[in-house]
C-alpha cells in the first residue's frame, strides 16, 4: 500500500538542519574553548570558569549528538518507506533488498549500501516519461557526507590527544572545516530527500505506465477500452414496431 513520504521528509530536513546548525555552533565555541584554555595556562582564570566551560563544551556535544542520532532515525525511516513505495512500481529493479535499508547502516557496508538503495529509489520514483536522470546529486551528497563523517572523526582525535594550546587549535580549524562539510552535506542531502519526495508524490505514481499521460501534456482523460455493447431489440408489445397487416 502506497504510503505518503512528505511528513517524515519534512521532519529529517528539519533535524539534518539542526545537526548542520549543532556542528557550526560548536566550530564557534571551540574557539571560546581556546581563549579560556589559554586564560587558564597563562593563570588569568581558575579552576572554576574552566571547569564551567568544559561543562557548557559537553552539554554542546551532547545536544549535536542527539540531533544527530535523531536525523538518521528518520532518515532510515524514510528510507524504508520509498523503498516500500517503489516496490510497488518495480520490486524487482533494485540491486539489494529492502531490508538493506536498515542493514545498510552496519560498519563497513555503509559506505556504498545506503547510497545504492537511494539511487535505485531515484530511478524507480523519477518519471516515467522524462528522459533517465544521472545520479550527480545522490553522488555529491553522499561524498560529502563520507568526507564530513571522516574529517569529523579525525577531528575528535586531535582535540582529544592535544597535549598543548597550540594542538588545540589545530583541532579547532579541522571543526570549522568538519561544519562546512556539514553545512553542505546537509543540504543536498535535504534536497534529494524532497525531490524522491516530489517524484512519489505525482498523481499516478503507482499507475501503470500504458495508461499515464505524458508530462508534456500533464493530466488528461483516459480512455479506457470498454466492451462492445449488445444490440437492444425493439419490444415486442410496442405497436411501432410491428409490421402493418
Not at 528522459?131 to 551528497?141: K, L, Q, S, T, V
Not at 495508461?211 to 466492451?227: A, E, M, Y
Amino acid at each position: 500500500m502506497f504510503r505518503s513520504v512528505r511528513g517524515l521528509g519534512v521532519a529529517f530536513s528539519v533535524l539534518v538542519a539542526l545537526t548542520a546548525l549543532s556542528d557550526l555552533v560548536m566550530a564557534g565555541w571551540v574557539w571560546r574553548v581556546h581563549g579560556v584554555l589559554q586564560d587558564y595556562v597563562d593563570g588569568l582564570v581558575g579552576d572554576a570558569e574552566f571547569d564551567r566551560t568544559l561543562a557548557a563544551t559537553n552539554l554542546l556535544d551532547l545536544a549535536g549528538t542527539a540531533v544527530y542520532l535523531a536525523a538518521g532515525v528518520v532518515f532510515v525511516m524514510w528510507s524504508w518507506r520509498v523503498r516500500a513505495n517503489a516496490d510497488l512500481v518495480a520490486w524487482d529493479a533494485h540491486h539489494h533488498a529492502r531490508h538493506w535499508t536498515i542493514w545498510g547502516w552496519l560498519p563497513i557496508v555503509s559506505f556504498w549500501i545506503p547510497r545504492r538503495v537511494v539511487a535505485d529509489v531515484w530511478d524507480v520514483s523519477a518519471p516515467r516519461h522524462q528522459p533517465p536522470r544521472g545520479h550527480a546529486e545522490i553522488n555529491w551528497w553522499w561524498g560529502l557526507f563520507i568526507a564530513y563523517q571522516v574529517v569529523d572523526r579525525i577531528t575528535d582525535r586531535m582535540l582529544a590527544a592535544g597535549e598543548s594550546v597550540d594542538e588545540f587549535a589545530n583541532g579547532g580549524v579541522m571543526l570549522v572545516v568538519v561544519a562546512a562539510l556539514s553545512v553542505a552535506a546537509a543540504v543536498l542531502a535535504a534536497n534529494v530527500v524532497r525531490r524522491i519526495g516530489a517524484f512519489q508524490s505525482v498523481p499516478g505514481f503507482v499507475t501503470p505506465p500504458d495508461i499515464v499521460s505524458p508530462s508534456s501534456v500533464g493530466l488528461t482523460q483516459v480512455d479506457f477500452p470498454r466492451p462492445p455493447t449488445a444490440p437492444i431489440p425493439p419490444p415486442a408489445h410496442d405497436p411501432r414496431w410491428q409490421r402493418p397487416e
